[in-house]
């Protein structure tokens, strides 16, 4: 029985964080997050990927220690080998080094491209609702001034926010969201 992916990892170094700055990784956790364990090519199928285009991302990935085998499907010349992810949430340490900050930032750039370019693609197809209950395409942008305390309170609203709605991403049913959260500082 395959083991259950934990509900999140704190990840620091360079490794991880560099398996995370190239968008077509993050896509792959994704795919592994929802339904896995799954083979190599079973996510290229979802993706619309060639397999042989993914190997060298899953190598990366499973060295970084985001994703691990979870067994073998079928015998002989149909054999494959199915991967999981190790944990469905993913938090960066706080960085050490130049190197690590550098690719923390290379890291949320990404994240933050691949969510635009959702964004993009809802609000261009024209089926996306972006009003009422049932939207599922919205974009906010807040310039705050915070004292320490509403700071506190602000990071603890983050933090269950994050954890209510990742507890959803387990659901079989309804409609795939991509939710992205970004504070930083306005003075940087």
């Keep these: 029985m395959p083991r259950k992916a934990a509900d999140s990892l704190v990840i620091r170094g360079r490794t ?3 398996a995370l700055s190239a968008p077509q990784r993050v896509r792959i956790l994704e795919c592994l997050i929802a339904a896995a364990p799954q083979s190599i ?3 290229a199928g979802t993706l619309k990927r060639p397999p042989a285009a993914l190997y060298h991302h899953f190598a990366l990935l499973e ?8 067994g073998v499907r079928g015998e002989g010349r149909t ?3 199915t991967y999981a992810p190790v944990a469905r949430a993913l938090h960066a340490a706080a960085p050490r080094t130049k190197i ?13 491209r691949y969510a635009l370019r959702r964004f993009s693609r809802a609000v261009r197809s024209g089926d996306a609702p972006l009003q009422g209950a049932k ?6 942008h807040l310039t ?14 983050i933090n269950a926010l994050t954890a209510k709605w990742a507890q959803a991403a ?6 795939q969201l991509s939710l992205l959260v970004v504070v930083a500082p306005e003075t940087a």
């Design 79 to 81: 054999a494959e080998r």
């Design 16 to 18: 991880p964080l560099r």
């Design 135 to 140: 939207r599922t395409t919205a974009v906010r």
């Design 100 to 112: 690590e900050r550098d690719e923390l930032a290379r890291a949320g750039e990404t994240q933050v």
């Design 170 to 175: 387990s659901s079989d049913d309804g409609v």
């Design 41 to 43: 090519r079973e996510v």
């Design 63 to 70: 060295r970084a220690g985001l994703i691990l085998e979870a």
């Design 144 to 157: 705050l001034q915070v004292s320490e305390g509403q700071l506190e309170a602000l990071n603890r609203d």
